[in-house]
């Protein structure tokens, strides 16, 4: 196995709720890049540019990026490794309006939502899935309320934004958690 292979597969596979939106995810790319917000080692960095897009892939974890910047993405797609402490001060060091679509996974930090709506360019896509308090029964993943959504509080998340697709519960993966899982799109005028 070549080492590329190697990292690829240390990544795990991306979560279905993003394999389900491959297609918006290509056709919102025409707006912007995409931004892994908190990418980690590139779950759904490597795959979004592996479908030939440009990808900006954020990170407060200076190692993980160094890894993503062994990957090379096949069809033309382009990884940009970006080292930034999301949850530091201010807002996350990109531009307002920029991006096609925003994808965040597994993470959360309340104070950044208003941030994470304004980086959407007018018609651009958000997928966020993360934990919700319905994780603790299975034992793994984070305990503490800061880091669970409640019932129904993605949806009520990002105000500014048209809710596509909304889900709260098992996920269906190889080792399922509870989630909740937004697709939703900034209007295109406002």
């Given at each position: 196995?070549?080492?590329?292979?190697?990292?690829?597969?240390?990544?795990?596979?991306?979560?279905?709720?993003?394999?389900?939106?491959?297609?918006?995810?290509?056709?919102?790319?025409?707006?912007?890049?995409?931004?892994?917000?908190?990418?980690?080692?590139?779950?759904?960095?490597?795959?979004?540019?592996?479908?030939?897009?440009?990808?900006?892939?954020?990170?407060?974890?200076?190692?993980?990026?160094?890894?993503?910047?062994?990957?090379?993405?096949?069809?033309?797609?382009?990884?940009?490794?970006?080292?930034?402490?999301?949850?530091?001060?201010?807002?996350?060091?990109?531009?307002?309006?920029?991006?096609?679509?925003?994808?965040?996974?597994?993470?959360?930090?309340?104070?950044?939502?208003?941030?994470?709506?304004?980086?959407?360019?007018?018609?651009?896509?958000?997928?966020?899935?993360t934990f919700?308090?319905?994780?603790?029964?299975?034992g793994w993943?984070?305990?503490?309320?800061?880091?669970?959504?409640?019932?129904?509080?993605?949806?009520?998340?990002?105000?500014?934004?048209?809710?596509?697709?909304?889900?709260?519960?098992?996920?269906?993966?190889?080792?399922?958690?509870?989630?909740?899982?937004?697709?939703?799109?900034?209007?295109?005028?406002?």
């Amino acid at each position: 196995m070549s080492r590329d292979a190697e990292r690829r597969a240390a990544l795990g596979a991306p979560s279905p709720h993003f394999t389900a939106q491959v297609e918006r995810i290509r056709r919102a790319a025409a707006l912007g890049p995409i931004l892994d917000l908190a990418c980690g080692h590139g779950r759904h960095a490597v795959p979004a540019a592996d479908l030939g897009l440009p990808v900006v892939a954020l990170d407060r974890d200076r190692e993980a990026l160094a890894t993503l910047t062994q990957v090379v993405p096949t069809r033309g797609g382009r990884l940009l490794p970006v080292a930034a402490d999301l949850e530091g001060r201010g807002a996350p060091p990109l531009r307002p309006g920029g991006f096609g679509a925003v994808l965040v996974f597994r993470y959360l930090h309340r104070p950044l939502f208003p941030a994470i709506e304004a980086l959407l360019a007018p018609g651009g896509l958000l997928l966020y899935e993360t934990f919700t308090l319905d994780q603790r029964a299975l034992g793994w993943g984070p305990g503490r309320d800061a880091f669970l959504l409640g019932p129904g509080e993605l949806a009520r998340a990002f105000p500014g934004l048209e809710i596509l697709d909304y889900t709260e519960g098992p996920t269906a993966e190889a080792r399922p958690a509870h989630t909740a899982r937004l697709l939703a799109r900034r209007p295109a005028s406002r």
